[in-house]
């Protein structure tokens, strides 16, 4: 055991804080890959809640007093008294736990012994595995599947990290650059938090932001144009919502749900007039923008509500075709009568579970 007090210097890969600033703040402000000791540790509830961020509860702890020495869980650690204790030590975790370490994995596939595959890769080139890997995270939080979302988010982190390191190869800019510009805008679009903190409604700080980011892009000589900045790479549906979302932020909206279904049946109508396939394309797009008005107005999400319809009919027709296959017969030579018998025999035991 290594009592801190005794030492003049204190080792490599190990990393010395106050009780007092690790209050301050939040999150542990050093990588849970070296040895953190926290002297003259105190509020051990508050500690425990800052150090399981990182560390699991099972995680090891030293304690350490004028003549006492401990060896506890950082379960544990929540309902010890502090008094007369001088250090808390928290031994490293596993380095395949540390978000530096896995910078360096993926430096390494980018370096001059690494993967060829990862090294020929440009900005632009693995956009599309980026929106895979971020659909198949929606995938997993639509079915709330833990297991898939940390595969995805690790997929994701993935992207984030070797889009930054190809930056870093090129010059253009580096993970700090990332990481302060996101930080640094987060905090300002956050006043009420950070600054005189005050207590406002979700709906009060989405106001906010608007006027903040319109702020924003005027100061950086951007276009300040209401509905600049929202991608138009997003699927419709949500390019719709988001649309939608920021005009009415500026009361540019329907006043009532009567008024939208009012336009739904004009619009209904006018496609029904429709001569040309053009004029019904351009007739359908505005029932859907419309529709899309009705779901914000009852705070749905149009493109979750539509990706839950997709997974619905997905189960109902896997389930008419196992039918099928059980009968030796396939989706082809089903009858539409039987189809539509095991489609109500699905939607019936689903509303029975």
């Not at 500026?250 to 040309?276: H, P």
């Amino acid at each position: 055991m290594v009592h801190y007090k005794e030492l003049k210097q204190i080792p490599e890969n190990v990393l010395m804080l106050t009780g007092e600033s690790l209050l301050a703040k939040r999150h542990l402000p050093v990588s849970p890959g070296v040895t953190a000791v926290i002297r003259n540790p105190e509020q051990s509830e508050l500690l425990y809640e800052i150090l399981r961020e990182e560390y699991p509860e099972n995680h090891p702890l030293e304690l350490q007093g004028e003549n006492d020495y401990s060896a506890i869980t950082l379960e544990e650690l929540k309902t010890i008294d502090l008094s007369g204790m001088e250090y808390l030590v928290i031994p490293p975790l596993p380095e395949n736990r540390t978000f530096e370490n896995f910078q360096n994995t993926v430096a390494i596939l980018r370096g001059p012994h690494g993967c060829p595959w990862d090294k020929k890769q440009t900005h632009q080139s693995i956009r599309n595995d980026f929106l895979q890997e971020a659909y198949e995270l929606l995938d997993g939080l639509g079915r709330n599947d833990k297991t898939t979302m940390i595969e995805e988010l690790g997929d994701i982190l993935f992207h984030v990290v070797l889009q930054t390191q190809m930056a870093v190869d090129n010059g253009e800019f580096n993970m700090g650059d990332v990481i302060s510009h996101v930080n640094d805008k987060i905090i300002f679009r956050h006043a009420h938090v950070f600054g005189n903190q005050e207590e406002i409604s979700a709906d009060q700080v989405s106001n906010r932001w608007e006027q903040i980011k319109q702020r924003e892009r005027a100061k950086q000589h951007k276009k300040a144009g209401l509905l600049d900045g929202i991608s138009r790479s997003m699927p419709a549906l949500s390019m719709a919502y988001s649309y939608q979302g920021r005009a009415a932020k500026t009361g540019f909206e329907w006043e009532t749900e009567d008024d939208v279904w009012r336009k739904i049946s004009e619009e209904l109508e006018e496609f029904n007039q429709a001569q040309t396939q053009q004029e019904k394309e351009e007739e359908l797009g505005d029932i859907l923008f419309c529709i899309v008005n009705l779901a914000r107005m009852h705070k749905i999400d149009p493109e979750t509500a539509l990706r839950m319809a997709n997974l619905k009919f997905y189960d109902r027709v896997h389930y008419v075709e196992k039918q099928a296959q059980d009968h030796q017969q396939d989706l082809f030579s089903l009858s539409r009568e039987e189809k539509e018998k095991y489609w109500d025999e699905f939607k019936t035991t689903q509303k029975t579970e």
